[in-house]
């Protein structure tokens, strides 16, 4: 959450931040999913697939599954009705949810570094 404050700090200005109190704790709770839901669970996909982690296939399995069917499938059910994930404007929120959505399908939807084998999700 201090990129939030170090954004804010940078240009007091910025439509970053919603002003709006009620904008403003949607957009903590945003950057909270992105931090707890969604990093740990592209972590847990990614690490192994990289060598960053030991290879565990069921674990690797059941966060391929997490991520695709359950976080993307919230993802885009609420995205079918907001075009941000905060109010009508890109926040931080969208900015960091996007940040570490990219990361973590970079190292799974790309042909396998070591180019044995191709790894392809779906979504």
């Not at 990093?39 to 599954?65: C, I, M």
Request: glycine letters at 6%.
């Amino acid at each position: 959450m201090e990129l939030i404050g170090l954004v804010a700090r940078q240009n007091e200005n910025t439509t970053l931040i919603p002003k709006d109190v009620h904008a403003y704790a949607q957009t903590i709770q945003w950057c909270s999913f992105a931090n707890h839901e969604v990093l740990p669970a592209l972590g847990q996909w990614f690490g192994p697939l990289t060598g960053r982690d030991p290879y565990n296939k069921k674990s690797v399995q059941e966060a391929e599954t997490l991520v695709t069917t359950k976080i993307m499938t919230y993802l885009d059910k609420y995205l079918l009705d907001h075009t941000y994930l905060v109010g009508e404007r890109l926040t931080i929120a969208d900015l960091v949810l996007c940040a570490y959505l990219d990361r973590g399908f970079q190292y799974v939807s790309n042909p396998h570094p070591l180019g044995d084998k191709d790894l392809i999700v779906v979504v």
